[in-house]
Every structure is written in structure tokens, then in C-alpha cells.
């Protein structure tokens, strides 16, 4: 078969690799002139590593991720480091990465808060009915079974995070999805993101995949047999093809999809991104911190602060502290549409607050990256509303973040979803 994928994320990839293997013709559509889409990095020239556009880290749990560079022969390039997470509490940052840690943590209070944290997070590893949590809010479980101060100081700042206007809609089996299946230990690969990625566009082009770069596919159409990928105003005919973008833009790209379907891509929602990359010539954090965890309602004009060169050695940036501040945020939100120069004006009196010396002449570049689609937002039931990935096209497939479910998109669930489409495809 003559196969067209869309997009080479991971997930575009993985699809490749299996179809590939299975002895078909597999032809990428990248619109970007690089492979790794939400998960791609870049690199300044006295840098041996490359930085994320938006932080990136692993769990030892990926075990699709895991397995796939074992598959490609590439697993003595994955690190585990063991860098510190903290979360705000009072003025103080607190460690925050482990279980043992969480429990400890002051905002819980001492005694009853302690113990419905402790059974609440035991119930959620133990349990796999996530069907029957997902029929719920997370704001009403966790004010029902955690109780209030436990729900405040804990889960409710990472659903507004996440989440900001949607956090009282997101039901109850995201998180318990989060708690499920991640471990504290966070890992990447040697050489940054951007390495793994292209290393396995290499491996693909060496099976003859063929992977094209820059070219963004305009359309697709249903033929008498088959369907015609429209990109750079020509057409081409491929027997299948597969849609890895966000269900907005699939909208887009087939409008002759059934009613019924498209109203159902249209109606899911998402969260957008934005996140500033920072070089300085100084550490941020005195403490040798890595994850700051920012409340929002404390004032701080992001979510998260994740000095990057605390996880991976200065020396791969040539000496650069690399640190990231970042916010998930709905479409429409100032950031979207502020100079970079404008958001560093907004941010620098926050990175003041982590550390009071810092100051404007250390920073020695900045790098702002944008994305609309960066989380989707799963509602009360989103089982029933998930887009199925053969559409009702024949032939024509469409696997994206939104479809992976009860789990949080990652790159591990990518490289599943992007599999399980191979399959089904072939
Ligand atoms: C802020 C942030 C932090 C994250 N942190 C982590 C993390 O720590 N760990 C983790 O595992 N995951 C993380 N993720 C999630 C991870 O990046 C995604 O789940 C994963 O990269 C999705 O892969 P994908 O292949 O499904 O989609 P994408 O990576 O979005 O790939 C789709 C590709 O399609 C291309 N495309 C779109 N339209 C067209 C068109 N018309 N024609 C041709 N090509 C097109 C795009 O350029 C893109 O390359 C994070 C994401 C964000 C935004």
C-alpha cells in the first residue's frame, strides 16, 4: 500500500516505523523544516545539547517510549537523572518528589489532611476503574475524599495550571491518570530531544521512508480509490493516510468528513502554550533546584520555572544556565500576541523572586515558543466523545493527542497511539 502520514511527531514517526516494516510505501508530510513537532528542540552552535521549545522530560512508566529506543538500539543514550522538584509553600519552596516528600509537606497540615492524603493517593495507584472516576469532576472527588485544605494545597494549583479557565471541568480519571502512571524519576536523552528524534528520522530514511520537510499538506480528498494529500498546489494519490495534527486543523484539512465527525473534532477542547527559554550566565535557583511547582493564585505570571541545567550539566550548553518559564493558557490570552521583549519585561521581576539578585544583564538570550494545541482538556464522560481513529473516510486515519485517553499526553502515549493507527492501518 501507498501510505501518506501527516505530521512527524513522535507519533507520525512511530506510525512510519511500523508501517514501513510491514513492507508498505510510506511517505511524511512535515510542514516544519524538522522532525519531532511538539517535542522538538533547538541548539545554539557552542551547545552540545539542544533545549526543548517546551521542557521535556520522561518517566520511567514510559514504557512505550522505553520500548521503542530499545527497539532502534538506542537505550544507552537514555538518562535518568535525579534532579529536585519543589513546590511553593508560605514563601519557602519545599521538595516535592517523592511520595515520602509530598507527605511531609507543610501545606498538608499534621494529622486527619495527612491521612486522607495518604489513603486518596493509595486508592488511586490501587484502583484501574478509571470508567467510573471519569464521571465525575476532579474539583468535586478530590473536595469530596482529599477534603479541602488537602484538595487546595495540592491538586487544585496543577488543575489550574494546566487547565486555567476549564480546571472545575476536567474529570476526575485525568487525575487519577497522572498519579497512575508517572514515577518521580524523570529522564531524557543524550544530546537533548532533538537528537532522539533525529536519529530516528535517520533510521526511517535508511528503510526508505521518504520524509518530507516543509511541506504542509493543504487538503485531503476522497478519490474514486484512494485519497489525494494536496501540498506545495500539487495532489498525489495514496492508498491510506494518516492525520497526526490537532483535531482543528483535521477539521480543516478534510471538510468532507460526515457531520457528525467533524462536529465531534470541533467540540473537543485544548489548552495552548507558551514558554520562554532563557540563557543566563548565572544559576537561577541557589538551591540547585529543578521543577519549580508555582501556584498560580500566588501571583506568579507562569506556572512552572524548570531551570533545565539543574537536570542536565551546564557543560552540554557551553556554560549556559538554561531556565524555563512556562504556562499552559487558552487561546486569545495576551502572551499569545506580546513581543518577546514585552514577556521577559513581565517575567523578570518573578525570577527576581526566586532569587533576589537575579537581574536583567544575565540573561544572554531569550527564545519564546507558541503553540495553540498543547493539552487537551478531557471533560466529564470523554470516553464517548472521543473521535475514533479510522474516521468514516475510508482509508483516511487520524490519531492526536486528544484521542489519548485516561492517560495525559506525553511522547510515550504518541508513540502508542501512533502504533496502534499502524495497526489498525495495516
Ligand atoms: C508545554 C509542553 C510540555 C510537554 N511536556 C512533555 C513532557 O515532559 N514529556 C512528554 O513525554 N511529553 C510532553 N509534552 C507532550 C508531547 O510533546 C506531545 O504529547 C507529543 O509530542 C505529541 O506528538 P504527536 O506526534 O502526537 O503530535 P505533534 O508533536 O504535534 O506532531 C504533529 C506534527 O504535525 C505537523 N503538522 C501539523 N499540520 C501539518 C500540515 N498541515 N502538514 C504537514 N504537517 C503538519 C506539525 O508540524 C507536527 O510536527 C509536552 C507538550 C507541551 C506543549
Excluded at 487561546?331 to 539578585?357: C, T, V, W
Aim: net charge positive; aromatic share 14%; glycine share 8%.
Amino acid at each position: 500500500m501507498k501510505i501518506a502520514i501527516i505530521g512527524a511527531g513522535y507519533g507520525g514517526m512511530a506510525a512510519a516505523y511500523d508501517l514501513k516494516k510491514a513492507g508498505h510505501d510510506v511517505t511524511i508530510f512535515e510542514s516544519a523544516d524538522y522532525v519531532g513537532g511538539l517535542a522538538s528542540g533547538f541548539k545554539e552552535p557552542h551547545w552540545n545539547w539542544s533545549v526543548e521549545k517546551f521542557y521535556h522530560h520522561w518517566f520511567q512508566s514510559d514504557s512505550e517510549m522505553l520500548g521503542l529506543i530499545r527497539e532502534l538500539g538506542l537505550e544507552d543514550k537514555v538518562r535518568f537523572p535525579r534532579p529536585l522538584t519543589v513546590m511553593l509553600y508560605k514563601n519557602k519552596w519545599y521538595p516535592f518528589d517523592s511520595i515520602f516528600k509530598m507527605a511531609l509537606f507543610p501545606g498538608l497540615g499534621w494529622g486527619i489532611n495527612k491521612i486522607r492524603f495518604g489513603f486518596v493517593g493509595l486508592f488511586l495507584r490501587l484502583t484501574n476503574n478509571w470508567r467510573a472516576l471519569e464521571k465525575v469532576t476532579a474539583d468535586e472527588w478530590m473536595m469530596r475524599y482529599a477534603g479541602k485544605q488537602v484538595y487546595e494545597q495540592m491538586w487544585k494549583p496543577l488543575l489550574i495550571g494546566k487547565f486555567g479557565p476549564y480546571y472545575k471541568d476536567v474529570n476526575m480519571a485525568w487525575m487519577w491518570a497522572r498519579i497512575k502512571a508517572r514515577t518521580t524519576r524523570l529522564g531524557t536523552f543524550e544530546g537533548g530531544f532533538q537528537k532522539f528524534a533525529d536519529l530516528f528520522a535517520e533510521k526511517l530514511r535508511e528503510q526508505r521512508v521518504e520524509i518530507r520537510l516543509g511541506a504542509r499538506v493543504e487538503s485531503i480528498k476522497q478519490e474514486q480509490a484512494g485519497l489525494s494529500v494536496r501540498s506545495d498546489g500539487k495532489s498525489e494519490s495514496f492508498d491510506k493516510v494518516l492525520v497526526t495534527s490537532s483535531p482543528n486543523l483535521m477539521a480543516k484539512l478534510c471538510p468532507d468528513l460526515p457531520e457528525n465527525y467533524l462536529k465531534g473534532l470541533l467540540e473537543l477542547k485544548s489548552m495552548g502554550a507558551v514558554v520562554m527559554t532563557l540563557a543566563l550566565k548565572q544559576p537561577l535557583s541557589k538551591d540547585g533546584y529543578y521543577w519549580f511547582n508555582v501556584p498560580k493564585d500566588e501571583g506568579y505570571p507562569f506556572l512552572a520555572l524548570v531551570e533545565h541545567t539543574n537536570f542536565v550539566p551546564k557543560e552540554n550548553f557551553g556554560g549556559d544556565h538554561i531556565v524555563y518559564a512556562g504556562d499552559y493558557l487558552e487561546l486569545g490570552h495576551e502572551y499569545f500576541s506580546m513581543s518577546d521583549d514585552e514577556l521577559l519585561e513581565r517575567f523578570i521581576p518573578a525570577f527576581q523572586k526566586f532569587n533576589p539578585e537575579f537581574s536583567r544583564d544575565w540573561v544572554k538570550k531569550i527564545w519564546v515558543s507558541k503553540t495553540n494545541y498543547a493539552q487537551p482538556v478531557p471533560l466529564v464522560n470523554h470516553s464517548e466523545n472521543i473521535p475514533e481513529i479510522q474516521t468514516p473516510i475510508k482509508g483516511l486515519y487520524f490519531a492526536s493527542m486528544s484521542q489519548v485517553y485516561p492517560w495525559d499526553r506525553g511522547t510515550n502515549f504518541a508513540v502508542e497511539i501512533g502504533r496502534k493507527a499502524a495497526r489498525m492501518m495495516k
